[in-house]
């Protein structure tokens, strides 16, 4: 299993009831704790030598409920350079890829990134007033795809932290999708 347990859901748009909120305990996307509110999801972003230009090393782990142990989620290895970050997702028999390989920018000029998670499942990173919307990349037959998770970062210092609001539908692929978002939200920021 690549993630948290799924729970069942409907081709329907994702409703406020349907979301579950990960909370954010610092800004940072190289040292954060992450959480629900009721602590039945909790990973562990880590960077031990931050300011390294050559050793920079983020590790994503999720805490097992079952077991109590850490388990590896991800690890995302920057460069000095955007382009050469590299990341690794998954619990079995994971590669280093290119993050730009992963991420693709399906149009050339747009911000929006499309990447591939478990068992094929495609999704799409959006900045939309001023917020990262996740969902899927097929164009819905009317109006806007809904969002399976959106990423609310303040832009100013000092304020509220960070959280993400994630579509229990898409919970099973929680890993990929906290990998994905930190390094769209560190190119944000650089």
Known sequence: MDGPS?????????????MVRLNWTRNSVYNTIISSEDNEIMYEVSTPNIFSLT????????MDKSSGQKVFA????WK???????VRVGWQNCEWTL????????????????????QGAQYRWKLRNLKYHLTCPEDPEEGRNPSLAIFNCPFLKGLSPAYLEV??????NLDYILVSLLVMEKNRRD
């Open 55 to 62: 050793k920079r090393l983020t590790t994503i782990t999720r």
């Open 167 to 172: 579509s229990s539908s898409a919970l099973h």
């Open 74 to 77: 991800g690890e995302i290895a």
């Open 80 to 86: 000095a350079t955007q382009n050469r970050a590299q």
């Open 6 to 18: 799924r729970t069942s859901g409907s081709s329907a748009a994702p409703t406020a009831d349907d």
């Open 99 to 118: 993050a730009q390989e992963w991420l693709k920018n399906p149009k050339g000029i747009s911000t929006a990134k499309t990447f591939t998670a478990a």
